[in-house]
């Protein structure tokens, strides 16, 4: 399902991205030149009129993106396990006594030795999706993983040390 979005300069301001939700609400994201984002939902009864707004400095912003995209993330994963036969998903969290704690998640070789795709680490609260070899596992992460059951296995004993 595809969602436009429309973008709009704002001289001396920043940047209006806006999109059109399914039950017809406008939500317009600004990002101000001078940091920070504004968020607004448009007004039930006058969809160009702003009915509720809200401030976020870039760390927020930053960690609504982190649960949206998460969450996303998350229910594709849910109906790739329902559409896909053979496919199955699995979140490891890592241990204290993992060989790769402080370690890159390129060290690994996840992918090499499993045939398995690590999709996301979920972080304090947060999620990481699509993190790259270079980031870096920390004890109690959650690596959300995609592949065979049998390839899965593998990656737990991998992470495990066993």
Known sequence: MAVHVERADLPGIGVRHDIETDEGRRVSVITL??????????????????????NLTDDEATALSEILGGSVIMTQLAGLRQDVEGLRTRQITLRADSPYADRTLGDTRARTLTRCSIVAIVRSGGVLPAPGPDEILHVG???????TGEGLDKLADILDGA
């Open 33 to 54: 030149r001078e940091g920070g984002r504004e968020i607004s939902l448009s007004d039930t009864d006058d969809p160009d009129r702003a009915g509720e707004r809200m």
């Open 141 to 147: 992460d959650t690596i959300v993983s995609v592949g």
